[in-house]
């Protein structure tokens, strides 16, 4: 039982006076069990809030993301999907996947309004991205959706020998069937593929250099990703990934791992229509399952499917100044 200096230390549910408080909760994604995954803090109500606000809101959560939900009228929320914005510790972004399928799932929680057939779009600056709920979440306050990314963007193809050294890595490394390329749908990272996972754990990019040398080639972060072999994931064939950014690694990267899908399935590595589990985070201690398939139409690369668990932690309310 709780004692009673924790009994005086529970948080009041009002406001301090002269502030307004705005609710917020905090999931965990691409994960079934809380406490794993990448973790999402997403606010309500958040209509009128400046641009600086929610920069600073993002902040004072330091996770990779933070969004904020502004709700519209029914009418244009059915046309136009829920407006969200997202936000990391440093800037605004035009689309990612772990704070789509994340906010995604709050509102199918706590706003069961706005989701219909068991569906909702949201409206990201990127455009219009559609989620769909189904029941392979595995436990019950968890909910599993898949979201559907715009098609791919095939940008520069990268020389893999001024490649390896940005990722702290040899030549050898690399798989020397596939040529790392900036991929995007959305967001644009460079996707690489290894030989091992063995070599994916030395990963260490060398963000001083490889920062500035992407931007000049159309991309933003390097996407690592390598075949683990010997291993069984069910029926699916198991990739790992890493994504190191902001001097930091994050443990789940939805919109990455829908350009990974697409150059997979480009390349021929990865049969169109095929579903594979990429696992990412295991080195941070943050395991996270992504649920990966693309297909090729008309010899493009198209219906870029990303989809995973997202389970609650925790909610409360955010006092402004």
């Known amino acids: 039982m709780p004692g009673p200096l924790l009994h005086n230390m529970r948080m009041s549910s009002v406001s301090p006076p002269g502030r307004t408080a705005l609710d917020y909760f905090l999931v965990d994604v691409f994960t079934s069990e809380p406490l794993a995954g990448n973790p999402l803090a997403v606010v ?20 990779s993301e933070t969004t904020f939900i502004q709700r519209s009228s029914a009418e244009i929320e059915s046309r136009e999907g829920v407006r969200v914005r997202i936000f990391t510790t440093q800037e605004e972004l035009p689309f990612a996947g772990h704070p789509t399928l994340g906010t995604s799932s709050v509102l199918k929680l706590h706003a069961p309004e706005t989701i219909r057939d068991n569906a909702i779009a949201l409206a990201l600056n990127v455009g219009k991205v559609p989620v769909q709920f189904s029941d392979q979440a595995g436990r019950a306050d968890a909910v599993f959706g898949e979201m ?41 990272f460079a996707i690489v593929m290894l030989r091992s996972i063995e070599s994916l754990a030395r990963l260490k990019v060398d963000h001083d250099v490889a ?3 992407l931007r000049e080639r159309g991309g933003r972060w390097f996407y690592v990703i390598a075949p683990m072999s010997g291993q069984q994931g069910g029926p699916q064939r198991v990739f790992r990934a890493r994504m190191q950014f902001y001097g930091g690694e994050d443990p789940a990267t939805g919109s990455a791992a829908g350009c990974a899908i697409s150059y997979l399935v480009a390349q021929g590595a990865v049969r169109s229509g095929e579903r594979i589990l990429m696992r990412q985070g295991v080195e941070v201690g943050r395991p996270s399952d992504l649920f990966l398939s693309a297909k090729t139409a008309h010899s493009r690369v198209a219906d870029v499917r990303v989809a995973g668990s997202t389970v609650p932690v925790a909610n409360g309310r955010i006092f402004l100044p």
Request: aromatic letters at 10%.
């Open 148 to 188: 559907t990314q715009r098609d791919p963007d095939f940008g520069a193809t990268l020389n893999p020998s001024e490649v390896f050294p940005l990722l702290g890595l040899a030549l050898a490394d690399l798989d020397d069937t596939l040529t790392p390329q900036i991929v995007s749908t959305g967001n644009a």
């Open 211 to 213: 920062d500035p040398w």
């Open 44 to 63: 309500f109500d958040t209509v009128g809030l400046a641009t600086e606000q929610m920069q600073a809101i993002a902040k004072e959560f330091n996770f």
